[in-house]
């Protein structure tokens, strides 16, 4: 089987998809002839066969100029309509990996363009793929395009390196992401810091946030901790990522994120590899996974109830190391980037197969 991957792949250590798109690539390779076509003109490293902003996909070497199979990541790129036109005209199937983009909470963003542009422009690119390839259950469930829709997910390298201990004087919450405040559920977060803020305080928490700001995002963060008075509990910080990343993550008592919708959230998979306890929402999508193994604590997607588990965390810190060792077992197990590309391409098979 040949695949031909297609996606726009940047240096952005806080875009999902740029970091996972060339592990999908390049784990594949165990298994079948696969190459990746760039939008941009970045060269990834490890891949053995990469093409950048071509034209048009019968310009690209053999076999690779008609694979079996292109996979298109993420939606909303002009430069994906033309591709789709030419695969459907040269009746080569594609699926498409939407990394969160189709859900219902995703299709609120930007609601007024997507209502315009989707029937003019992407509904015949999205309803012409053989299929969407979703990355969790949640994200199959709150999907409403397309009838054809399978789970395969991202997975993640397990590091050597593993949390060694908790802190003592404090409990360090952390969370390292997109500041990207309705998404990433960040307004979620800090209603439910105000609604506890003395016990937090006497429980000398800190909740650290760190990463990029997505437009005006890290000025209405900040709004907000000016309105709740929580500067004291709350430190934002800039975007940390390769050695320094890990030492924060190490350095963490409680990965925290609550998001209201996601794909794969890598940022929670990472901490987990680390052995780092988890307290995820619902709208991660990993809740399950978290329960069944565990490795953290799960909410609703909403304030109160992020309130009420983040009380319950700081009480469980006698199971804090269990919950540190369960995390590393869950990643092992469920999110090896050798089990994940296995199964992915048996999927593909399938979907080959059946059209």
């Known amino acids: 089987m040949v695949i031909l991957h297609i996606a726009r792949v940047s240096d952005d ?20 002839e696969v190459a990746l076509l760039n939008i941009t003109p970045n060269k990834i490293e490890n891949i053995k066969t990469q093409f950048t902003c071509e034209k048009k996909i019968s310009d690209l070497s053999e ?21 789709s036109r030419e695969l459907r005209k040269r009746k080569i199937p594609y699926i498409i990996i939407p990394h969160g983009g189709l859900t219902e909470d995703a299709q609120k963003i930007k609601k007024l363009k997507k209502q315009i542009a989707n029937p003019l422009l992407f509904n015949r690119f999205i309803y012409g793929a053989k299929a969407v390839q979703c990355l969790s259950q ?47 559920g960040l307004d979620i977060l800090l209603e439910a810091v105000n609604y506890i803020k003395e016990y937090l305080e006497e429980k000398k928490c800190v909740f650290s946030i760190y990463g990029p700001s997505e ?24 975007a940390v990522s390769g050695e320094e990343k890990k030492k924060v993550l190490l350095g963490a008592d409680i990965f925290i994120q609550t998001s209201r919708f996601e794909g794969m959230p890598m940022g929670i998979l990472e901490a987990q590899s680390y052995g780092v306890p988890c307290l995820v929402t ?43 060792l369960h995390s590393r077992k869950m990643i092992e197990s469920e999110f090896s980037w050798e089990k994940v590309s296995f199964e992915t391409i048996k ?3 399938k979907i080959l197969h059946k059209f």
Not at 63 to 83: A, G, M, Q, R, T
Not at 139 to 166: C, M, Q, R, W
């Open 13 to 32: 250590p806080y875009n999902g998809v740029c970091n996972v798109v060339p592990m999908h690539v390049i784990s594949q390779q165990a298994h079948t």
């Open 63 to 83: 076999p690779f100029n008609k694979p079996d199979l292109v996979v298109f990541h993420e939606i909303y790129y002009p430069v994906y309509l033309s591709y």
């Open 138 to 184: 949640f994200e199959l469930d709150a999907t409403k395009k397309h009838n054809t829709k399978f789970v395969a997910t991202n997975g993640i390298a397990v590091p050597k390196t593993k949390k060694a201990s908790f802190n003592n004087e404090k409990i360090q919450f952390v969370y390292i992401g997109r500041i990207a405040v309705y998404h990433k």
């Open 215 to 238: 437009e005006s995002q890290y000025e209405k963060m900040k709004s907000m901790l000016d309105q709740h008075g929580l500067h004291n509990i709350v430190k934002l910080h800039p």
């Open 282 to 324: 619902k709208g991660t999508t990993l809740g399950d996974f978290i329960k069944q193994y565990d490795s953290g604590w799960v909410s609703e997607t909403d304030s109160e109830a992020v309130a009420g588990v983040i009380k319950k965390a700081i009480s469980d810190r006698d199971c804090w190391e269990n919950k540190a």
């Open 347 to 349: 999927y593909y098979e």
